[in-house]
Nanobody, 125 residues
C-alpha cells in the first residue's frame, strides 16, 4: 500500500489547513488510518486515528476540538481538517495505515504498517 499525503503549507496562527492522504489500494477501507506529526528534534507524535467506518475516532489531547479526522472509503482518502492552528502545530505530518485492524485505534507508531511521505505544516505567530 502506498500513501500519498498532501495539503501542507505555511499559514499564520489561527488559520486552517486540510490535509489529505490517498491510499493506493481498495483494501484501504479495512484499515485503521491515522495522522502523526514530527517536529524537528522531537519524536513522532500521534495526532488522530479513525476506524474503517468513521464512527470510531480518537484524538490527541493537544488537538482535540481543533482538528477533525475523516475518511472517504470510496476515494481511498483520509483527511485531517486543522483549525485554529498554533505555532506549536508546526511539524511534518504523516498519514499511516494499520493493516491488521478495522476498529482498534492505537497511538503507537510501531503499530502502523504503512506510512506516507509526510507533508510540512508551518504555522507562524
Amino acid at each position: 500500500v502506498q500513501l500519498q499525503a498532501c495539503g501542507g503549507g505555511l499559514v499564520q496562527a489561527g488559520d486552517s489547513l486540510r490535509l489529505s492522504c490517498v491510499a493506493s489500494k481498495r483494501t484501504f477501507s479495512h484499515y485503521v488510518m491515522a495522522w502523526f506529526r514530527q517536529a524537528p528534534g522531537k519524536e513522532r507524535e500521534f495526532v488522530a486515528a479513525i476506524g474503517w467506518s468513521g464512527d470510531n475516532i480518537y484524538y490527541a489531547d493537544s488537538v482535540k476540538g481543533r482538528f477533525t479526522i475523516s475518511r472517504d472509503n470510496a476515494k481511498n482518502t483520509v483527511f485531517l481538517q486543522m483549525n485554529s492552528l498554533k505555532p506549536e502545530d508546526t511539524a511534518v505530518y504523516y498519514c499511516a495505515a494499520d493493516a491488521y485492524t478495522e476498529v482498534i485505534l492505537t497511538t503507537t507508531p510501531d503499530n502502523y504498517d504503512y506510512w506516507g511521505q509526510g507533508t510540512q505544516v508551518t504555522v507562524s505567530s
